[in-house]
């Protein structure tokens, strides 16, 4: 039987932006491909042969920054908000886990902005205890976070409407 207190105020899974999908990355592996092709053609028929080689290390260079940003990607954050706890649970890209529990009666968001570069960092603070959330977010990205949590905080602080 679930109770008012269990009930979920505020949730969210947040991940990494990637503005590139999988035909978008072939899209843009192929075209490096074919222009340095087209490109060290001309150093080897004037005999500089490893001048090719070198536009090969460049586009093995620039698969295995396509493969680790992807890699990396599979990170996430989930925060999940009741009226008896704070959940902060993050996992890494290589699957390990870190979670966190706070009352959210003890709990704040701490948000550092800047002037020129907006929201910086975004931290839940509970005693001495400090979690960054939103690491890998865009600074307006924080602030919206920062504002929809800080609102779902408030109203987990006032309890649930038994009306």
């Known amino acids: 039987m ?3 207190a269990d009930e979920t105020v505020f949730e969210a899974t947040l991940t990494p932006h990637r503005s590139l999908n999988r035909e978008g990355f072939r899209l843009v592996m192929t075209l ?3 222009s340095a092709v087209i490109s060290s053609v001309p150093f080897i028929m004037f005999g500089a042969w490893p001048v090719a080689g070198f536009y090969g290390l460049d586009i093995l260079a620039l698969f295995i920054a396509f493969k680790v940003n992807y890699r990396r990607a599979r990170a996430e954050e989930r925060v999940r908000l009741t009226y ?3 959940l902060l649970r993050k996992i890494t890209h290589r699957g ?3 979670e966190w529990r706070f009352n959210p009666l003890w709990s704040r968001l701490s948000l550092d902005e800047d002037e020129d570069f907006g929201a910086l960092r975004l931290t839940v603070v509970s005693g001495r205890q400090t979690v960054p959330i939103g690491e890998f977010l ?4 924080r602030r919206d976070l920062a504002k929809a949590l800080g609102a779902a905080l408030i109203k987990a602080k006032r309890g649930p409407d038994l009306t």
Do not use: R
């Open 138 to 141: 865009a600074p307006p990205q």
């Open 32 to 34: 490096c491909c074919v």
């Open 2 to 4: 679930s109770t008012a």
């Open 84 to 86: 008896v706890e704070l």
């Open 96 to 98: 390990e886990t870190a």
